[in-house]
């Protein structure tokens, strides 16, 4: 064990919990899900990357962790209609087909051959709205977000994760500066609370398969990615097993979807956590201990965050998303033959249009894929 593994590890858990957890009380507000039941929510989030992660890297020796799926808790946040009991079925139906991809390796390749461009332009349509939102907020409260937005300008510079913790900081300061919080409510310890699924077919589908979508295509795969580029084998049956009866557990506590970390993994996996590679699966106990103590103090954390403002919550939640959404627009677009489809992805998922209570992300990929399809029909026809 080496000091470098310690803190690379509980930098991970800081800017992994610190730079999203925003998006997750946005998901659960727009479910309706009342004060107990996000901080189950956020709880049972922590719990369940403290296990997962734990096992992964212990079981393996590989630096394996887990994380929420902040793309998954946007797609939630932007989905009306549905309240915390059909969510909750969403969330399990998620579980139920991340252990069959782990099952049936077809269904893994299926998803595989969903063009990455059409996949990213989904995600990019669906965080959309939180970066527009980010001027709604400015329009309302310019001295609060105008000085957050200046900020991580400059920070994301040198580094976007640490700007988005500054800029989380900073906005603690100025909210209590302009006299914007509420009371902060009775701080306490954690505790779960149960919450039965509802199994609403247009949930399932409009919610629930987009949600699966979103975490396998920018969540597990990347995250896959990060540990070949480590020089890792990918274990990726067990690690969507884990992952996906994690969330079948947590699910009716709140808790959306647990997959494989991407982006914070990479401060894990890399050699600045130890030169040795063999050793670098230490960190995955002490990033575990790190969400312990989160999990411990979430109800505490979920009660000061509903003391902010909303203008608050929609500016962090919008620039955390700013980084993600350049990136799925980006790769969305980068592929000439798949470029007009993924546009009309974008387009469709970004307008919010709902049809038989079917929400817009699943309707934006319907879109993508056929117009795909017809494209590839057209060139081979011309061949």
Not at 90 to 110: D, E, H, K, N, Q
Not at 226 to 245: D, F, Q
Request: some cysteine; charged content about 10%.
């Amino acid at each position: 064990m080496r000091a470098s593994v310690i803190i690379s590890a509980l930098v991970a858990v800081l800017v992994g919990f610190g730079g999203s957890v925003a998006i997750v009380l946005a998901a659960a507000k727009a479910v309706g899900a009342s004060a107990d039941q996000t901080s189950s929510w956020v709880a049972a989030l922590c719990v369940s990357l403290a296990v997962t992660t734990a096992i992964l890297s212990v079981r393996h020796r590989m630096p394996i962790v887990t994380a929420w799926s902040t793309p998954g808790a946007a797609l939630i946040a932007t989905y009306a209609g549905a309240t915390i009991e059909q969510a909750v079925g969403a969330f399990l139906f998620v579980a139920v087909l991340i252990l069959l991809t782990a099952a049936f390796r077809p269904l893994g390749t299926l998803i595989e051959r969903i063009p990455a461009g059409i996949a990213s332009a989904m995600l990019a349509g669906v965080l959309f709205g939180f970066v527009v939102a980010i001027f709604d907020q400015l329009q309302g409260a310019p001295a609060l977000v105008l000085p957050l937005v200046a900020v991580f300008a400059v920070l994301r510079l040198f580094s976007p994760a640490w700007a988005v913790l500054a800029v989380l900081a900073l906005g603690v300061v100025l909210a209590f500066a302009l006299g914007m919080t509420s009371p902060v409510g009775d701080l306490r310890l954690s505790t779960l609370v149960w919450v039965t699924p509802m199994f609403d077919p247009a949930t399932l589908i409009g919610l629930g398969l987009p949600l699966y979508l979103v975490t396998m295509a920018s969540q597990n795969l990347p995250g896959f990615a990060v540990l070949k580029a480590a020089e890792y084998p990918v274990p990726s049956r067990s690690i969507l097993t884990v992952t996906g009866l994690a969330s079948m557990v947590t699910a009716g506590a709140g808790a959306h979807t647990t997959n494989l970390a991407a982006i914070i993994a990479a401060m894990c996996t890399g050699t600045d956590a130890h030169p040795d590679k063999d050793k670098r699966w230490l960190g995955g106990p002490v990033y575990a201990s790190g969400y312990v103590v989160l999990a411990v103090f979430g109800a505490s954390l979920v009660t000061l965050f509903a003391s902010f403002p909303d203008a608050l919550i929609a500016a962090v939640a919008g620039i955390a998303l700013v980084g993600p959404f350049v990136n799925a627009l980006g790769t969305g677009m980068r592929a000439e033959k798949e470029r007009f489809a993924a546009a009309v992805t974008f387009v469709v998922t970004a307008s919010g249009i709902s049809a038989f209570g079917i929400g817009a992300a699943f309707w934006g990929l319907v879109a993508g894929l056929t117009v795909f399809g017809l494209d590839r029909l057209a060139s081979r026809m011309r061949e």
